[in-house]
């Protein structure tokens, strides 16, 4: 939806640039440099975890409001030199893919308000017994449940791509695949979390006629 296509054709337009060994710096750079070509106002960094395997990654992003910028942070063993098999590409790509458009919502969003404002969360207080974490009230911002609602949408279209993605919808709580809706329920085990939940399902309803992922 947000790009999707001009960014899933970026990626496809470098894949085999990043197939086999290479290191974390030329990974980024690579990918920098094709998402300026396609004037994409995207920028790529990477950071290492000792606690990561060599075969081991995974993609984060995040909006700076100040600058109009979205970044995706690829995170990398400290083993200096990652290796990408072509078996794995689809899901490579879609984990990039999907850490892009994510952020453009972002960007979208701050489009619509004035100084950088953001969102406050929902009041939990009202809504769960004990104490709220900051994990909490993170997730309950209606920034974040559009954007991750966009998430499971794309998700639930790349895992179960033969489904009718509204019988996916309708039976989520027994997709295990469906990692973004699982962070949430997660984060929320042991609380009342139906008014979120509610949200969060309604908006990837909205969501799933528009989101677009192409595997090569």
Known sequence: MFLGFAIDGALSNIKYSLLG???FRRITAVLNCEFKKQN???TFKYETF???DVFDYSVGGIYDSNNDRCYI???FSTNKRFYLEERE???FKFHISQACQHELIHKYQNQFRENN???EPIDLRSLQQGSIDDEQNYLSCLDEIDAYAHDIAMEIKFHYPYFNPYFVLSSISKRRKLDS???YRNTFKHEDWSYIRKLLLKKTYKWLPYVTY???
């Open 181 to 183: 809706y699982n962070y």
């Open 89 to 91: 590409w689809d899901k």
């Open 117 to 119: 404002f953001e969102y």
């Open 214 to 216: 192409s595997k090569d």
């Open 50 to 52: 000792k606690n990561y």
């Open 40 to 42: 994409l106002p995207i």
């Open 21 to 23: 060994v290479n290191t």
């Open 73 to 75: 942070v690829l995170h």
